[in-house]
Every structure is written in structure tokens, then in C-alpha cells.
């Protein structure tokens, strides 16, 4: 083989083993590692992305950085300049519960930005979000507490994705603009009251918070219902929802992302948040000072007070 064509062909591989075109006009890389550092990830950004802001979501229990391609696709889509990351940040184990861990995986990443991701020349230090679904969600949150600890890089705002369970960590605020997508019955064994509810509860009006609960009626609650529809199949086949679930979660989690990252520097509305929605679904919106509490009345879950 000629020189300059073996040479093409190693810097063509190379570029293959790290970041394959996806969807449209996403790009995807594949799973990907930082030596001596816990953790897996992916990335994905819109062609022609500018990188000014970058979303770390953290994976649910048992789950890995493949299970959230059409989440992270829908994301990417709807804020075009944005990078989003998928991060296991204790990949072979069901346990995803670990501040310290997502902290050191994201730590990483920040430090070697420019290097991983060709798009990013600088690390976007004001619109850093971190975010997570179901048992990564609680990691983030006490991560997000933890910060002036745990984490080298500011955090402009947290998303929950059915964050569970939310009523182990220590107790302290979610002191950074919060949105926050869940449910209002419990399902896959995650009880309502302990994920993105209390998640919306325990985070600050004065900084705002954002609580979208999809109204759900599932009678299995501990194999069934949607707690599981952010991923792509489910997890483990479990708790899926159904394809228009799935699909309905995607998309509008992507629309609110874009709302945050536009909004949480300057204030957090709740007419910016009221976007439509093309579903049947029922959803019901707590933005700021809406206040909620559990109700006593099967499959509701929650009800708006005056607060």
C-alpha cells in the first residue's frame, strides 16, 4: 500500500473508532473512556454545532451511554450549538448512585474537553447543565451540592429525569435553575413522591424550578408504567411506556432543555416553558412558586396550591 494512502486509511479509522454520523444531522461518537478515570461516554451535537453550552446527563440504574441515543439526539436537534454528553459514571454496575464518581467522570471531560470533542476549542463555563435519569439523577444532585467539593466547573442548571431517590441525599437545596420531567404514580418501583416531585420541592423559586409531571394510569408499578421512557427500549425491556411515550418524552425533554439553556441566566418563566406539545398526553406544569403536595387520589400524584 502506498504511504499517503496507508495514511489516510489509519487517520480514516481513527475517526470511525471515535465519532460516527447519526440521525440526520447529528453526530454521534461512540463509547469512549479517559485512562485512569471511571466512567463512559458519548457525545452528540448538531453539524455545525458552536459548543456553547454542554449538557452531562448521567445514566440510570443499569444502564450504559448507548441506551439514550434518541434522547440525546432529540437534545442535540433542539439546541443546535449544544454538545451532549451521556455519561456512565459506573459503567458494569447497576449502581449509578455515586456523587464522587460522576464528579470524577465529569471532571475529566471538562479537563480534556477541547481534545475530545473537535467542536469545542474552550470549555462553555457558563452554560455547563448536568443532569441525570432515575438513580444517575440522584448522583447529580447531591453532585450539585456538593459542588464547591466535588465538581472543577460551575453548573448553570440541573435536569432531572425522574431522579430517584431524591429523598437520600442530604437534604440541602438544589440551589441552580431546576427542571425536572416525571410522573404522577409510581412506576418501575420509583415512587412519585421521591423523584422529580421532590426534586421540584427541594429546589429553589428564587433560582428557579420547573416541574413537568406527565400524568400516567399504570396499574403495574413495579415492573410497568414509563419511569423508563427517556432511554430508547427501556430498561431491561421494563417500564418502557409505549413507542409514542417514548417518543413524546424525547422530543419535548429536548424542547424544555432548549428552554433552560436560552433562559436560566436571565430568569426562568413559566410562559417560556408553556410550549406545544403534539400529544394527548396530559401534562401538568409547576414552574417557580407553584407549590404542590401528594394527593390522596389515585393516579394523580400531585396538585397545584396557591403558593
Known sequence: MHATAFL?????FAIAAFVSADDGDVISSKTQTISGVRGDFMYHYSQGSSCTSLVMLNVGTAMSVG????????VATQSPDAVIFIVDNNPRSIN???ATKFAGITNAIIGQL???VSVCES???EKIFVGGHSAGGQAVIEATQKREELLSYPVAGFIGMAPFNVGSVDGSPIDVPSLNWGFSKTSCGVTYTKAAMLAYQISQPETGRVFYQVVTHNFNTLTGGPHCSFTDRGCAGMCAGSADMRSFMHENVGKSVKVLIDNSATGIEKSDFEFEMSSDEEVNLFVNEDTIMASTKDGVGAVLTDG
Request: hydrophobic share 35%; with cysteine.
Open 8 to 12: 489516510l486509511w489509519c487517520y480514516l
Open 114 to 116: 477541547a481534545d475530545l
Open 123 to 125: 470549555v462553555p463555563t
Open 67 to 74: 441506551d439514550y441515543d434518541d434522547l440525546a439526539n432529540d
Open 96 to 98: 449509578k448512585q455515586s
